[in-house]
């Protein structure tokens, strides 16, 4: 019985110091400073590829307006008043109709307009 006292008491001091006021406290590690990350924004410049009637038309739009638009040939299924859209590393149409808003092949045009901007900055 005795030994279970002991045995108890040197428990007992061995957590003493975590929990007395009196111990020495450990010092705390200042936090570390933020780094300046780039956030996940959207792009301030957006490529089209739009049907307009008989012809389609490359051009790319920003806050500061819309460029030039340059006549390229049309996707064979890209109905007029559609729009093909650069999103990342993809494409998607824009149009009226739902069932046709999906994800699309990218024209070699408007990733070369992309291409070709990019370079330029």
């Not at 792009?43 to 340059?70: F, K």
């Amino acid at each position: 019985m005795r030994r279970w006292i002991v045995v108890a008491a040197l428990g007992l001091a061995g957590c003493r110091g975590r929990d007395d006021p009196s111990a020495p406290a450990a010092e705390a590690a200042p936090a570390p400073e933020p780094t300046s990350i780039p956030s996940a924004r959207r792009p301030v410049r957006r490529y089209y590829l739009e049907r307009t009637g008989a012809r389609c038309e490359v051009y790319s739009e920003d806050p500061g307006g819309e460029s030039r638009r340059v006549e390229t040939p049309c996707p064979l299924d890209l109905q007029v008043g559609e729009k093909i859209r650069i999103v990342g590393k993809t494409c998607a149409r824009e149009t009226r109709d739902p069932a046709r808003a999906l994800p699309v092949v990218c024209p070699d045009p408007l990733t070369n307009r992309e291409k070709r901007d990019l370079a330029g900055q």
